[in-house]
């Protein structure tokens, strides 16, 4: 996600699962430049061509970030618990799977029972987890060059080490955000793309159940500690 004000020098960046869908529905299209996760075209009316992020095209949000950080933008990242935000992001993944795959029922079906629900993403885990990543960045900090964030799926990934040479970068914790969206005058709208607690309790209970759950934590902790730094 990434928005940028048409009239100050002001932007909100973030990955999935961390209420960027209700930050960007609360801010208006009369005085916001935004995009959930497809490509940041809006940037070519405020930068001219080629910048930091454009591409072939295609306008890259986290460099784009950078081309606005440069010319000294007030930068808010939205950033979500760690642990939170990746059981959040398998269950979208899983969404995924049954909505294109096999059927919605199946979700329902899979993520209301912790033993069935354990044993597909011990699977999904299984047929991912040995893909090494060396096409990609991942965090440096993770010993195990391997892809627990399931091909690398943008919903559970790794993300914050993007903003340990960025300075003077303010992260907003998605528990607050609903504060923030009043502090700035806006109406309060009901959360966007808010998951059933029930299936999330099968699902953070499935993965604490998995054979690769100290992997996951593991792969989790270098994440862990900079939203907590960020966030103290």
Known sequence: MLAVSKYEKKAYYSLGKTGTTTLVSALSDKDWYKTGEFSADFMTKIFPIPYI????????????????????????????????????????????????????????????????????????????????????????????????????????????WQFDELQNIVFLDSKNLSQHISDLGLPITKNQNVSDPRQIECIDKALRNTEIYYYITRYLQSEISRYNNYTR
């Open 53 to 160: 992020g454009w591409k072939e095209g295609y306008v890259l949000q986290y460099e784009s970030l950078k081309t606005l950080y440069l010319n000294n933008y007030e930068i808010t990242v939205l950033i979500r618990d760690p642990w939170e935000r990746y059981v959040s992001g398998i269950k979208e993944i899983l969404q995924d799977y049954t909505e294109n795959i096999i059927t919605p029922a199946n979700l329902n079906d899979i993520v209301t029972d912790i033993s069935r629900c354990t044993k597909v993403l011990d699977r999904m885990f299984y047929l991912s987890e040995f893909r090494t990543s060396n096409k990609f960045e991942f965090d440096k900090d993770f010993p195990y060059p391997s892809d627990f964030a399931l091909h690398h799926n943008y919903h559970i990934k790794n993300w914050l």
